[in-house]
Each structure stands twice: as C-alpha cells, then as structure tokens.
C-alpha cells in the first residue's frame, strides 16, 4: 500500500503571501504509460465535505481559483497558494489515485499568520 | 446539480450491522464508479471502499474487508454500503463520493462529495 506523508502538520502565513504544501508517497504515483501523476488535493472547511483542488498533480479542478496550483512527480509533490485570502482557512490533504487502496495524507492545518 | 445524499447513520453497538445508503441525482449515475470515504471525528480522510460503473471491479481499505461490502443498483441511482461487525474504529462520518473518471472504473479522483452520515460505535 502506498503511504502519503504531508509537511507541515500546520502552517500560518500571512495574508497576500505565499504558501507552500509539501507531499511524498511512499511509491512513484507516475504512470509511464500515459506521463500522468495520479496525485489530487482537497480542501477541507469545517461543516463542509472536502472539495477537489487539484488533480493529475497540476490540473486545476474547474472553478478552482488560479492562486492554486500544483506541482511535482514521481514521489514528491507541492500545493502553492500564491496569494493567500482568508477563505483559504482550511486543512489540506493530499491523495494517491495511483492504486487501491487510494490513500490519503494526513492533512495539513492552514492558518493566517 | 449534483448531488449525494446519504442515509442510514446512527448509533450501534460494537459487533452490529448497519446498512448505509446513498441517493445519487443530477449526473448519469451508471456513467461513473462511486466511493465511500470516512472521516473520524478529529482525524483525517480515510478511503473506505469502491465500486466502478456497473458492479464489475471493487475495492476496500484491508481494515475493512470482510466486513464490509459495498453495492449498487443503477435502475435507482443508489449506493450502498453494508457494515458487518461493526468496531469502535469505524467511528466516522461517511461521505458518497463520486469519482471523476469519465470511464467508469475506479479512477480515483473525488470530484463530489455528500454531506456524510455519521456512524458511531459504542456500547
């Protein structure tokens, strides 16, 4: 089973700054067939389910805002919120969609400084 | 729209069953394969289990195979989950998800979500 281990637990950052979400499988999530990384991230509110932000590793959902973005391949992966708002308050999780059982990380605090 | 909505939560004592559903609406339904992802209160999002577009291929987290058994009947746009001999570990909302994959197999990317069901194990 692949393990999907995020850093940092939380994080606070400024409003308007940029803010940086690291992931790592535990196995390539790339497939060589197709070049794609089978890498997601969710945002999770409270009282909310978890929304789609990115998937493929750097494919924006649609109606994602543009200060999102992902990047990365093989084992390691970033989100970046380019310029954070406050409605970007939330816990982040990153997910492998490379193999069942698909797995989640453990989830990443963000927070205004 | 789309929309999941889920049903069938509730308190169980620990070794019980309980038999979650989940009504699908706004999208084809027999289109796309479907999930069940759990959440403990306080915890992270845990993968539960799958089913592609027509029952052919399933998949279950290891803490929960043969326990748990997961279903669908596209006539009534549903999913369903059965859950044997029920833990206090299953504690958790339970979120039906829809997966994105425009092929119908367990693609894996969790594009909508229901509000969950909770499901608590206690004595």
């Known amino acids: 089973d692949i393990v999907m281990t995020q850093s940092p637990d939380s994080l606070a950052v400024s409003l308007g700054e940029r803010a940086t979400i690291n992931c790592k499988s535990s196995q390539s999530v790339l497939y060589s067939s197709n070049n794609k990384n089978y890498l997601a991230w969710y945002q999770l509110k409270p009282g909310q389910p978890p929304k789609l932000l990115i998937y493929w590793a750097s494919t924006r959902e649609s109606g994602v805002p543009d200060r999102f973005s992902g990047s990365g391949s093989g084992t390691d992966f970033t989100l970046t919120i380019s310029s954070l708002q406050a409605e970007d308050v939330a816990v982040y999780y990153c997910q492998q969609s490379y193999s069942t059982p698909f797995s989640f990380g453990q989830g990443t605090r963000l927070e205004i400084k | 729209e789309v929309q999941l909505v889920e049903s069938g939560g509730g308190l169980v004592q620990p070794g019980r069953s309980l038999r979650l559903s989940c009504a699908a609406s706004?999208?084809?339904?027999?289109?796309?394969?479907i999930h069940w992802v759990r959440q403990a209160p306080g915890k992270g999002l845990e993968w539960v289990s799958g089913?592609?577009?027509?029952?052919?291929?399933?998949g279950y987290v290891d803490s929960v195979k043969g326990r748990f058994t997961i279903s669908r009947d596209n006539a009534k746009n549903s999913l369903y989950l059965q859950m044997n001999s029920l833990r206090a570990e299953d504690t958790a909302f339970y979120y039906c998800?829809?997966?994105?994959?425009?092929?119908?197999?367990?693609?894996?990317?969790?594009?909508?979500w229901g509000q969950g069901t909770l499901v608590t194990v206690s004595s």
């Open positions: 089913i592609s577009w027509n029952g052919g291929r399933k």
């Open positions: 998800v829809k997966d994105k994959g425009d092929y119908g197999d367990l693609q894996g990317d969790f594009d909508y």
């Open positions: 706004g999208f084809t339904f027999n289109d796309y394969a």
